[in-house]
């Protein structure tokens, strides 16, 4: 089954502790993204990648880090995590970024206390 | 700030009458439009989409319209369904990055 997968679904962490979100997609997409989601402000683009080892910054990558290290991973890294990053997360797929659909992982809640 | 907008947070129709989402954009170099829908604890899903291109696209009982002189889409469900109670998101590609609006919350009465 084609599908783009996330873990964990739910992550409790506190202030500074270092996190990874994955993402793994089998469908041999070569543009990947993250994006996060808040009330009242949609999905906001984090970071994509057009192909592997090629990253870029989306509309609030501030305190995110990824890797594209091999096509099907994307994972994306808070080196120290803040209150304001808590939100629900969501990894995205598509085979490029021309005229093409994103599919979307199920979602990381995370919750930074 | 904020290039997709969705400005109905929320819309109510009966089951078996036409549901009408709007979405304005701001970018003229938008060149790909695409409707999703969200469930509670669900990632979105790809519901139909538009080249910059034309100005109608159908699927089943979904249909987008866009004016891109008014920088304005739009998402017309016929006939309505309980099952389509959800969010949509538009959302609009450019320069390899995609933009979403903030959703509205449909809800289909029986």
């Known amino acids: 089954e084609a599908q783009v997968t996330q873990n964990p679904r739910y992550l409790i962490t506190v202030t500074g502790k270092k996190l990874t979100v994955t993402c793994s997609q089998n469908?041999?997409?070569?543009?990947m993204s993250w994006y996060r989601q808040d009330p009242g402000l949609g999905l906001r683009q984090i970071y994509y990648?057009?192909?592997?080892?090629?990253?870029d910054k989306g509309d609030v990558p501030e305190g995110y880090k990824v890797s594209r290290k091999e096509k099907r991973n994307f994972p994306l890294i808070l080196e120290s995590p803040s209150p304001n990053q808590t939100s629900l997360y969501f990894c995205?797929?598509?085979?490029?970024?021309?005229?093409?659909?994103?599919?979307f992982g199920s979602g990381t809640q995370l919750s930074v206390l | 700030d904020q290039q997709v907008k969705q400005n109905s947070p929320s819309l109510s129709v009966q089951e078996g009458r036409i549901s009408i989402l709007n979405c304005d954009y701001t970018?003229?170099?938008?060149?790909?439009f695409l409707w999703y829908k969200k469930y509670p604890a669900e990632g979105p899903t790809f519901l139909i989409s538009?080249?910059?291109?034309?100005d109608k696209n159908e699927d089943g009982r979904f249909t987008v319209f866009l004016n891109k002189s008014a920088k304005h889409l739009s998402l017309h469900i016929v006939p309505s369904q309980p099952g389509d109670s959800a969010v949509y998101f538009c959302?609009?590609?450019?320069?390899?990055?995609?933009?979403f609006g903030t959703g509205t919350s449909l809800t289909v009465i029986p």
């Open positions: 990648s057009m192909n592997v080892e090629v990253t």
């Open positions: 995205a797929s598509a085979r490029g970024p021309t005229n093409e659909k994103l599919f």
């Open positions: 469908m041999n997409h070569e543009y």
């Open positions: 970018n003229s170099m938008f060149d790909y």
């Open positions: 538009i080249s910059s291109i034309k």
């Open positions: 959302a609009a590609s450019a320069s390899n990055q995609f933009y």
